[in-house]
């Protein structure tokens, strides 16, 4: 029975750390802009997709490094083009175009590469089982956790030491003030938009690996993402991370009790943090 | 001449006699049901959208709880269209009243991000539990049943313009509830929330609670609409639930116009026969669906009735 | 009994305390100004008084009931009406839809879906007689986003007045206007108090409107109060004009 517990237990860290990354550039992007991204989903499948065209010619280690670049430029240009227009308005229009983003990137996908399933490579010594007892720790797995890991790392030092990302912590708590000292708020939404879509590039490698490359990859999991930061509360990147950690743990857990239940616990938690502490577990008050 | 009610008129005059015209210009009746059927979700929708300034991306929870309790209600419980609308629409409003409740203190893009989840929960419930919904296959096996009036039966099954009339007296209650309420003391409170919600609270109106009314009113009206389009399809589709359909519903009143009564039904008719044309040209509708509502959102926000307003301006 | 005794509230954030420990009485038909340099809590403690915020210790009683901790709206209800320093109105309804809804509300309409013709008739009544005593009767039909400065400052004044107030709080009604404007409002404000036996507290920076209006002046400097009394004491107090010199100096 512990064995079982354990086994859950860790796989549900793994995909809470999966859906931790997803949910933390969708959670950059809410908090400086005010938009939510609809179509992080259909980044993440572009992230998985391009990465899937580039192992033949550069391998898996390559395909990681560059694919979610890739894609963060894509949403670089897409968030100047399309995005920007709409800071000033109501969000409601904001979000009807990242919804509508979120149609053409999966349909756009579908087109591309056909509706079904497509082979995702990872290199052969990453997919065995680290020791015969603890079988359920694939070296993938591990891998995925270790890298979330230094993605988070890597995403608390930006924010901490770069200048960039002190603009950007200064930014979601007043963009106005900030413009107002000279720092030019619309570079600064787009490269916090680039960055948040790096993550989804990301995550939408690893996800291909785990799961197996389709169009409809990225809007399975953007739910769940939602959900973090609706539990961790909206504002707060540790609180998404903390969201993401605590809804792929509690899915795990409940396997083992109630196996059809898995999926539905995360919106019993959602509904739970709602009822008592809307703003969500380390959200700030008065940030909606 | 007729003054301000001159555009209503009109409109209720076409809907009356939709039927007739509708052939005329290559529709067929059931689509004029279609038009009739979503044009009143996107209005249900925009009472809180456009009125009360309130953005809900979730409203296809409440169409599904409507599409999904008449269907359930006539294959298990009571073969009867009536009884099964009326199912279809207090669940519904029940879900409404609860989940109103626990999110009714958010405000803006959080209440719109609670309103996605709290809808996916719903299609995830019907998606998931087959055994009862059919699962992805959807709730067949049955059809909308003639209704027995005492003196008559009205064989809306076999007859399309009767199920279209039907339709029709379910959506003028609906809309004429609706633009009564707008019109009153209450309704003009939600025009302050919109317009101000930190005015009105310091003009002593109780913000959430009004809120959460045109919140249960807006989701009531949504569930109508659902029971009416299962019944139109004799099919519950858990597609009917999905954040593509609260989309649909919100790019519908957009389109038309959020600040003007019938803009969302005007949106709604568009939307269908673009719908229903593309479709049937290309497998890549959804491409289609998703390039309109980006055109719509930069180019076009107001929507048709809002330009029009606009130009009648000086 | 005063109608407004606030008891010596405080408002911290964090370690910021911009209300320290202040005390005021209000009596019925006063007409009271706080005045102070910028900075010095003035909205913070119109905010304490209105409910917007909770005052971190003290006491708040209107007409000998404690209202400390009531919703803003409740407060509303018992008979305190508030003008905000950004004029809080609603920018795409006419004028008379404005005055309407106040009306409405304080009639006791909010939640009815329905009206006979005679309340219809005695509403639409009260609202026109709001825009004359406001002077908006020439422009009642348009958005009052589209308005001047003033007019939409009077449409917010006639709107707390829609209320039935006892306590009307005027948060710098005539900031941001010129001199013609400031002489409208200060003249309207001047009308209400006289004809409606109100209590008014107004915040205000325009020394020629507080002199001209007010029956006593409270000072405010960083949080707490430095003076109070009849203009002609304010006037003369040294540390008041310390307090705004020395800002300037």
């Known amino acids: 029975m512990t ?185 600064l939404r787009n490269l916090n938009f680039g960055l948040g879509i790096y993550l989804a590039g990301l995550a939408g490698v690893l996800a291909a690996g785990m799961l197996g490359l389709q169009p409809t990859i990225g809007s399975t999991l953007i739910m769940p993402s939602f959900v973090a930061i609706i539990i961790g509360g909206l504002g707060s990147l540790p609180g998404t991370l903390l969201g993401g950690l605590l809804i792929g743990v509690a899915s795990g857990i409940t396997t083992v009790f109630f196996p059809s239940a898995s999926e539905a616990v995360i919106y019993v938690l959602m509904g739970l943090v709602l009822l008592v502490r809307p703003r969500g577990l380390l959200g700030e008050e008065g940030r909606f | 001449m007729l003054g301000r009610r001159g555009p209503d008129i009109a409109v209720w005059l076409l809907l009356v006699a939709l039927p ?23 209005m249900s929708l925009n009472f809180l959208l456009g009125f009360t300034g309130v953005l809900s991306f979730g409203h296809a929870a409440y169409f599904g709880l409507g599409v999904y309790g008449v269907g359930l209600t006539i294959k298990y419980l009571v073969p009867s269209t009536l009884i099964g609308m009326a199912v279809g629409v207090i669940a519904g409003a029940i879900a409404a009243a609860l989940i109103g409740l626990l999110i009714v203190r958010l405000r803006g893009i959080y209440f719109a991000m609670v309103t996605i989840a709290f809808g996916q929960v719903f299609y995830f419930i019907a998606y998931r539990w087959n055994s009862v919904t059919g699962g992805d296959d959807g709730l067949s096996g049955w059809h909308r049943m003639p209704i027995d009036l005492g003196f008559t039966t009205v064989d809306i099954l076999g007859n399309d313009k009767a199920f279209y009339y039907l339709v029709l007296v379910c959506f003028a209650v609906a809309v004429a509830i609706m633009a009564a309420l707008l019109r009153s003391p209450f309704g003009r409170t939600l025009l302050a929330i919109r317009e101000n919600e930190r005015r009105a609270r310091f003009l002593g109106i109780p913000v959430d609670r009004h809120i959460w009314l045109s919140w249960v009113i807006s989701c009531l009206f949504v569930s109508l609409a659902g029971t009416l389009y299962a019944l139109l399809n004799n099919f519950a589709d858990p597609h009917d639930l999905r954040w593509d359909q609260s989309g649909d519903f919100v790019i519908m009143a957009v389109l038309g116009g959020m600040r003007a009564f019938w803009g969302p039904l005007i949106g709604a008719a568009i939307f269908v026969v673009l719908q229903d044309y593309v479709s049937s040209m290309t497998a890549n509708w959804m491409s289609f669906i998703g390039l309109f509502f980006v055109l719509v959102v930069l180019f076009f926000p107001r929507g048709v009735l809002g330009i029009i307003q606009r130009k009648a301006a000086p | 009994m005063s109608l407004l005794e606030v008891e010596n509230v405080s408002r911290r954030f964090g370690s910021l305390i911009a209300v320290r420990d202040v005390s005021m009485s209000v009596e019925d038909g006063e007409l009271r100004a706080v005045i102070g340099p910028n900075g010095a809590g003035k909205t913070t403690f119109f905010n304490l008084i209105s409910g917007f915020l ?41 004028v008379r839809e404005n005055l309407r809804i106040a009306v409405e509300v ?3 309409y909010r939640l009815r879906p329905w009206i006979s013709r005679h309340a219809d008739a005695e509403i639409s009544t009260r609202v026109t007689d709001l825009s004359d005593k406001g002077g908006l009767a020439d422009k009642e039909d348009r958005p009052v986003g589209e308005l001047s400065h003033g007019d939409q400052r009077a449409t917010e004044i006639m709107m707390a007045l829609a209320l039935n107030p006892r306590l009307l709080l005027l948060d710098e009604p005539t900031a941001g206007m010129g001199d013609q404007e400031t002489y409208n409002i200060t003249r309207l404000i001047r009308q209400l108090h006289q004809d409606h036996k109100l209590s008014i507290v107004l915040i205000e920076h325009d020394m020629r409107v507080v002199f001209h209006l007010a029956d006593r002046i409270m000072v405010l400097a960083e949080g707490a109060m430095l003076a109070e009394g009849t203009p002609q004491e304010i006037a003369a107090n040294e540390a008041v004009q310390a307090a705004y010199l020395g800002e300037a100096a």
């Open chain 1, 3 to 187: 064995q079982l517990l354990l086994f859950n237990l860790f796989n549900g860290l793994i995909i809470g750390a999966f859906y931790a990354l997803m949910a933390l550039g969708l959670s950059l992007i809410l908090n400086l802009s005010g938009v939510i991204n609809f179509a992080h989903g259909g980044f993440l499948a572009i992230g998985g997709y391009l990465a899937y065209m580039l192992i033949p010619h550069i391998g898996f280690w390559g395909a990681l490094a560059v694919a979610p670049v890739l894609t963060a430029a894509l949403g670089l240009v897409v968030e100047s083009v399309l995005i920007r227009p709409l800071y000033g308005r109501d969000p409601l229009y904001s979000l009807l175009l990242t919804f509508g983003l979120a149609f053409i990137l999966e349909d756009g996908t579908r087109y591309i590469w056909g509706p079904g399933t497509l082979p995702f490579s990872i290199p052969g010594w990453l997919s065995s089982p680290l020791s015969s007892t603890l079988f359920f720790l694939t070296g993938y797995r591990v891998f995925m956790v270790g890298l979330v890991v230094a993605a988070v790392v890597g995403l608390f030092l930006i924010l901490n030491r770069t200048r960039l990302g002190i603009r950007i912590r200064a930014g979601t708590l007043d963009l106005e003030t900030v413009s107002v000292l000279g720092v030019n708020t619309r570079i």
């Open chain 3, 54 to 94: 909770a005052p971190t210790s003290g006491r708040i009683l209107f007409d000998e009931q404690d209202i400390t901790n009531l919703l803003p709206a409740r407060r509303v209800w018992r008979g305190i009406a508030r003008t905000f320093q950004v004029t809080e109105v609603f920018p795409d309804l006419t």
């Open chain 2, 20 to 42: 007739y015209w509708l052939n005329w210009v290559g529709g067929y009746t059931s689509l004029g049901s279609r038009v009739l059927v979503l044009g009143l979700a996107a």
């Open chain 3, 106 to 108: 304080a009639a006791g």
